[in-house]
C-alpha cells in the first residue's frame, strides 16, 4: 500500500486517495478474519519515512517498510490497520515495492504448500517509476506464478485526452483538481504493460478502482467449509446394494465464536480462565463434586435419576451408519410442509465404483420418469439415532443425484383445530377479490424480459445472512475502538433487507387500490336507549352493574374461541382456566375452587421458582374471583391452611415470593360477609415470619 504524501491530495469536499485504500485493506482483511480461512498475508507499505526490508542495501529499495510478515490475518492485524497505519511524507517507486513483495513472497512461502500466490498493489501511480528492469520484473513473476492485482483511485480508462476534474467526479471518482499527472499516465502504461504481458486476454480485468473495491468487498466473505464425504451403501432389499457417498447440499450456518461471560482482569486471551462449580440450590449453595452429581429427568413431580450405564442400555442399538429403502411413494404424497431436519444430503455414487454410478443412475431416472421418491432409513452413525425421510431423484446437466430429506414421526406432527373462517357476511365482491389478485402479480419476484426468459429479482441464495453481517461489523468496531458507541448499520446492508426497488414502484398502485376496495372504518360501540327510570336515577346501580357484565363478556377475543371449552382447571394455565370457569358458570363455585386448589398443591409440591410464582398466579385469581362473587370463605380457609404448613413442609422460599406480591385475606372492609378485620388480614404474614424466625433461632 502507497502511504507517500501524494496519496493525501485530494479536491475540496473529496475523500483522499489514502484513506480509500485504507478502508479496501481493512474490508478484505476483516474478511479474510471472519472466513476464518487458512490464507497468509503480508503487508508493505511504500513512501514511508523509514526504511525496513529485507533489499535495503546499497540506498537501494529505500523507502518501503514490511510492516507484517506472511502469517493467518488476526484482531491484532485489523488494530495495527486503524492506529498506526496513516500518511507519510517520503515518495518511493511502486516497482521497487512490487520487488520487495515478489522476494517476501518467495521467502516466506519455501517449504509450504500453497494454492496461489498473489500481490495486490494500492497506489495513486503518482511518483516516477523506472522501467530499467520492468521485463525481468514481468519474467520473474511468471516464473514464481504470482499473480498480480492493481487497485488505484480512478479508472484504467482515465488517461483519456481531454478529462478533467469535472468528468471524474460526475464518475464517481476522486478528483485531484486536474487531469492525470505525468507521472500517473505513465504509470498506467507500465501497469498496462504489465498485466497484458501476465495475462494477454484478462490481465487489464484485474486493474479495480477504490470504489469498485469497496463496493465489492463491503460483504463479509462468508465462512469457507471442505466439502465432508459420507460414504455409505444404499440398500434395497436384502439383495442389492449401491456404493454411495453423501454430502451437506444444505444446512443451518452458525456462528462458531460464542459469547461468554467472564471475569478477567485483562482483554488477553491467557488471562481469561474458566471454571465449572457444581451447586445445590440451597440457602448455602453448598458445593458439590461433579462424581458425585448423576443425570435426572423430571416425571410429574418427582425427579427420576438417570444414570450413565441406564441412557447407554436406553440408546437404539443399530449396526451404524444407514441408507435404506424402506419403499417407495409418489411425490405428490409427501409435502413440503412436511420436511424437517436442518439439512438436505446429496447422494452420489462412489466415484470409483462405475458399477455403483450405472445402478444409481438407472434409480434415479426411474425415479424422476414415476414421478416417485424413495422413503429410506437413515442413520449417520453408530451413536446416533436412525430417521425416516424421503430421497427425491435430482437430475441436472452436469450431475445426477438423490437429494435426502428428514420426514416427521408421528409426535412431530401439531394438530391444530381452529374456528372456520367462512362466513357469508364476510364473503368479498369480485371487485375486492380483483384488487387482491393485481396485489400479487405487482409484487412477483420474477419478471419477463423481451425473450420470454424469466429472470429473477430478488435471489435469496446470493444474500448473506444479515445477523451475521452486522455481527461482525459490530464486533470489529469494537475491537478496533473500544468503549464507543456501535455503528449504525451499513446502507447497503440495509438495502438488502428492504423489497426490490423495482417491486416498491410496481405495488405502490395496488396498495392504493386495496384501501379504496378494502376500507377501515372505526367500529364504535351502540348507544342503548335509556329509560325514564335510569333517566331521573332509579335503578342506577342496577344499571351500572349491567353494563359491567355486557363490557366484561365482550372481551372475549378469537384467542378464547381457538381454545375451545374449557371444562377443567388444567396444569397448563391453572389461573386462566379457573377465571374461565367461573364466567361460564357452567359448575359450582366450591368444586372450581376445588380443582384449582388441587392444583396450587401440585405445583407447590415442585421446589422451584417457576412452579411458586405459577402457584401465586393461581392464589391471585382465586381471590379476585372470590371479592368479586363476593364468597371469600373458601379463599380465607385455604390461605389460612396454607399459611400453616409453611414450616413443615419447606415453603420458606413461597411465602417470601407471597409476602412480596402483598397476597392477603380478604377482609369485611372488602366484602361484608367475611369475618376477618383489616388487621388480621394484614397479620396473616407477621404470624408466619415470627414462627419462622423462632424456629430458626432454636
Avoid at 76 to 85: A, D, H, R, S
Avoid at 147 to 172: I, K, N, Y
Avoid at 267 to 284: A, F, G, I, Q, S
Amino acid at each position: 500500500m502507497d502511504v507517500g504524501f501524494s496519496m493525501s491530495n485530494s479536491a475540496p469536499g473529496e475523500e483522499p486517495p489514502f484513506e480509500l485504500a485504507k478502508k479496501v485493506i481493512q474490508k478484505f482483511v476483516q474478511r479474510q478474519v471472519f472466513a476464518e480461512t487458512k490464507d497468509e498475508l503480508a503487508l508493505v507499505l511504500f513512501g514511508t519515512d523509514a526504511t525496513n526490508n529485507p533489499l535495503d542495501q546499497d540506498d537501494q529499495y529505500q523507502n518501503i517498510t514490511v510492516h507484517r510478515h506472511l502469517m493467518i490475518p488476526d484482531f491484532e492485524l485489523l488494530v495495527e490497520i486503524e492506529n498506526q497505519i496513516h500518511p507519510e511524507n517520503q515518495q518511493a517507486d511502486w516497482l521497487d515495492a512490487l520487488v520487495v513483495c515478489m522476494d517476501l513472497l518467495q521467502t516466506e512461502t519455501q517449504g509450504k504448500k500453497c494454492d496461489r500466490l498473489n500481490i495486490v498493489l494500492l497506489t495513486d501511480l503518482n511518483t516516477q517509476a523506472s522501467p530499467d528492469n520492468l521485463d525481468v520484473i514481468i519474467e520473474n513473476l511468471k516464473q514464481a506464478g504470482i499473480t498480480l492485482q492493481f487497485f488505484l483511485p480512478f479508472p484504467l480508462e482515465e488517461d483519456e485526452e481531454g478529462e478533467g476534474d469535472a468528468d471524474r467526479r460526475d464518475s464517481g471518482h476522486p478528483g485531484t483538481g486536474k487531469g492525470l499527472s505525468r507521472e500517473q499516465k505513465s504509470g498506467l502504461e507500465m501497469v498496462r504493460h504489465v498485466m497484458l504481458s501476465l495475462d494477454e486476454e484478462d490481465g487489464l480485468e484485474e486493474v479495480y478502482s477504490f470504489r469498485d473495491a469497496m463496493e465489492q468487498l463491503c460483504m463479509f466473505k462468508r465462512i469457507e467449509r471442505r466439502p465432508m464425504a459420507w460414504p455409505c451403501q444404499l440398500t434395497i432389499g436384502s439383495a442389492l446394494s449401491i456404493r454411495i457417498v453423501g454430502y451437506k447440499a444444505v444446512t443451518e450456518e452458525k456462528l462458531k465464536k460464542m459469547w461468554i461471560t467472564v471475569d478477567a482482569q485483562t482483554t488477553k486471551r491467557d488471562d481469561v480462565k474458566r471454571e465449572t462449580v457444581y451447586c445445590l440450590d440451597d440457602d448455602n449453595e453448598t458445593e458439590v463434586q461433579k462424581d458425585d452429581i448423576i443425570q435426572g429427568f423430571r416425571y410429574g413431580s418427582d425427579i427420576v435419576p438417570f444414570s450413565k450405564v441406564d441412557q447407554d442400555q436406553m440408546k437404539y442399538k443399530h449396526d451404524g451408519k444407514c441408507f435404506a429403502v424402506l419403499g417407495f411413494a409418489k411425490q405428490s404424497m409427501v409435502q413440503r410442509h412436511q420436511f424437517m431436519g436442518n439439512q438436505v444430503v446429496k447422494m452420489f455414487a462412489a466415484k470409483d465404483d462405475e458399477h455403483a454410478g450405472v445402478a444409481l443412475s438407472a434409480l434415479i431416472r426411474a425415479l424422476d420418469e414415476l414421478q416417485m421418491v424413495a422413503i429410506v432409513r437413515y442413520a449417520y452413525d453408530r451413536r446416533s439415532n436412525p430417521q425416516v425421510g424421503a430421497a427425491f431423484p435430482c437430475i441436472k446437466q452436469d450431475y445426477e443425484c438423490l437429494m435426502y430429506v428428514q420426514l416427521p414421526f408421528m409426535e412431530d406432527l401439531r394438530h391444530f383445530t381452529f374456528p372456520s373462517l367462512e362466513n357469508k357476511k364476510l364473503t368479498p365482491s369480485d371487485a375486492q377479490l380483483s384488487a387482491v389478485d393485481s396485489l400479487i402479480d405487482s409484487m412477483m419476484l420474477v419478471n419477463e424480459d423481451e425473450n420470454g426468459e424469466q429472470k429473477d429479482l430478488f435471489k435469496p441464495h446470493n444474500i448473506p445472512n444479515p445477523a451475521f453481517q452486522r455481527h461482525f461489523q459490530c464486533l470489529h468496531h469494537r475491537a478496533v475502538s473500544p468503549g464507543t458507541p456501535l455503528p449504525a448499520m451499513e446502507p447497503w446492508l440495509q438495502a438488502a433487507l428492504d423489497r426490490p426497488e423495482v417491486i416498491r414502484e410496481r405495488c405502490r398502485a395496488p396498495l392504493e387500490e386495496m384501501k379504496r376496495k378494502f376500507p377501515l372504518t372505526e367500529v364504535e360501540k351502540k348507544k342503548k336507549l335509556k329509560t325514564s327510570a335510569q333517566i331521573f336515577g332509579k335503578d342506577a346501580e342496577e344499571s351500572d352493574a349491567k353494563n359491567e357484565k355486557d363490557e366484561a363478556e365482550e372481551e372475549y377475543n378469537l384467542a378464547d374461541i381457538a381454545e375451545g371449552s374449557v371444562t377443567s382447571v388444567g396444569s397448563v394455565d391453572p389461573a386462566r382456566d379457573f377465571r374461565t370457569l367461573i364466567k361460564q358458570k357452567s359448575l359450582p363455585f366450591g368444586e372450581v375452587c376445588q380443582q384449582l386448589t388441587h392444583r396450587i398443591e401440585q405445583l407447590l409440591s415442585n421446589k422451584d421458582t417457576l412452579y411458586y410464582m405459577k402457584s401465586i398466579t393461581c392464589i391471585q385469581a382465586f381471590r379476585e374471583q372470590s371479592v368479586k362473587l363476593g364468597n371469600v370463605d373458601l379463599y380465607n380457609s385455604y390461605l389460612q391452611s396454607l399459611k400453616s404448613s409453611i414450616e413443615n413442609r419447606g415453603l420458606e422460599v413461597f411465602w417470601d415470593l407471597l409476602v412480596q406480591d402483598a397476597v392477603t385475606l380478604i377482609s369485611k372492609d372488602e366484602v361484608e360477609g367475611s369475618t376477618i378485620s383489616k388487621t388480621e388480614a394484614n397479620q396473616v404474614y407477621r404470624s408466619v415470619y415470627v414462627s419462622l424466625i423462632n424456629s430458626k433461632r432454636s
